[in-house]
Nanobody
Framework: QVQLVESGGGLVQAGGSLRLSCAASGSTFSSYVMGWFRQAPGKEREFVAAINWSGGSTYYADSVKGRFTISRDNAKNTVYLQMNSLKPEDTADYYC???????????????WGQGTEVTVSS
């Protein structure tokens, strides 16, 4: 089992940028598919982005495509989410997740971090 800890959330104005980080420990990080999900108040958790074990393939929700970039550094056991051109509708708790196969549903990922809050003001 891998343990995940997110950081980098905060308050930002619309149009601004944030970079989220997710540090992994306890297992072989490079063997995992990594994903980012988000959950806004009163809404279900939704897929944001995923990256395969090598970083060679990335996947994005349509709502963030062209604005967000997922990347990973296997030497540092860390996955990142660079978020640019942020919009108020990006406001949510953002969660890092680890899984065995690429998927877009929360059930596809077996390990989760505690989340980091992102608030985008208009």
């Amino acid at each position: 089992q891998v343990q995940l800890v997110e950081s980098g959330g905060g308050l930002v104005q619309a149009g601004g940028s944030l970079r989220l980080s997710c540090a992994a420990s306890g297992s072989t990080f490079s063997s995992y598919v990594m994903g980012w999900f988000r959950q806004a108040p009163g809404k279900e958790r939704e897929f944001v982005a995923a990256i395969n074990w090598s970083g060679g393939s990335t996947y994005y929700a349509d709502s963030v495509k062209g604005r967000f970039t997922i990347s990973r550094d296997n030497a540092k056991n860390t996955v990142y989410l660079q978020m640019n051109s942020l919009k108020p509708e990006d406001t949510a708790d953002y969660y890092c997740a680890a899984g065995s196969l690429v998927g877009v549903y929360p059930a596809d990922f077996g390990s989760w971090g505690q989340g980091t809050e992102v608030t985008v003001s208009s």
